[in-house]
């Protein structure tokens, strides 16, 4: 069974742009979490989609945008970067809607320049 | 600010050692808490849970202490392998994922 995939695996944007991070759950799998990790702030809950409605969001502003579709692919956007978005981008899927066991991606490794 | 931390941020054990990583927690009204262990270059992968209203539960080499008491949580590993090297995360569900800020461990052959 494939795991989790995301794509990019790297990316270098510079301050103002916008990126869009895409994630391919486990088959069978309706939630999809997404998280940023970084070195001071550590893991960081971004938005949960399930069934392609957001269910949960994390506390980040509003430049931080998600969807998910109806195969379950989610992507996330990030508009005007700044050089703080700079972070893993991990996504994380489960059969049910806040699952204590969620299964990882490897993550997107985005530099702000 | 965080409700999960870690005592430690680095934690060293020689291999076939018994490792206990530690973590408090300051919201009571969580159900559940979760540990996590990432590896270099990978996403975090699930370890072991344990409800609100359970003391201990045991896994594979691996056993989860709740005290509810103090607020404190737990993860023991056993007979430590290099394998085992690693940052573990403790977790709280809330509806969402709440993450401590993770401690590594290393494992000496």
């Known amino acids: 069974k494939a795991g989790v995939t995301q794509t990019p695996r790297y990316l270098i944007k510079t301050r103002g742009q916008q990126v869009t991070l895409s994630c391919s759950p486990i088959?069978?799998?309706?939630?999809v979490s997404w998280y940023q990790q970084t070195p001071g702030q550590g893991l960081q809950f971004l938005f949960e989609?399930?069934?392609?409605?957001?269910?949960n969001k994390g506390n980040f502003p509003g430049r931080f945008s998600g969807r998910q579709f109806s195969n379950s692919r989610s992507e996330m956007n990030v508009s005007t970067l700044e050089l703080g978005d700079s972070a893993l981008y991990l996504c994380?899927?489960?059969?049910?809607?806040?699952?204590?066991?969620?299964?990882f991606g490897p993550g997107t490794r985005l530099t702000v320049l | 600010g965080e409700s999960v931390g870690l005592h430690l941020p680095t934690l060293s054990v020689q291999e076939g050692d018994n490792s206990i990583i530690n973590c408090a927690y300051s919201?009571?009204?969580?159900?559940?808490f979760i540990w996590y262990k990432q590896e270099s270059g990978k996403g975090p992968q699930f370890i072991i849970d344990?409800?609100?209203?359970?003391d201990k539960r045991q896994g594979q080499r691996v056993t989860v202490l709740l005290n509810k008491t103090v607020k404190h949580l737990s993860l023991q590993i056993a007979a430590t392998q290099p394998g085992d090297s690693a940052v573990y995360f403790c977790?709280?569900?809330?509806?969402?994922?709440?993450f401590g800020a993770g401690t590594r461990l290393t494992v000496k052959p």
């Open positions: 994380a899927s489960s059969r049910a809607w806040v699952s204590n066991e969620q299964f």
């Open positions: 088959s069978g799998h309706r939630s």
């Open positions: 989609y399930f069934s392609e409605t957001q269910r």
């Open positions: 919201n009571s009204a969580s159900d559940y």
């Open positions: 344990i409800r609100s209203n359970m």
């Open positions: 977790a709280e569900n809330m509806d969402d994922m709440r």
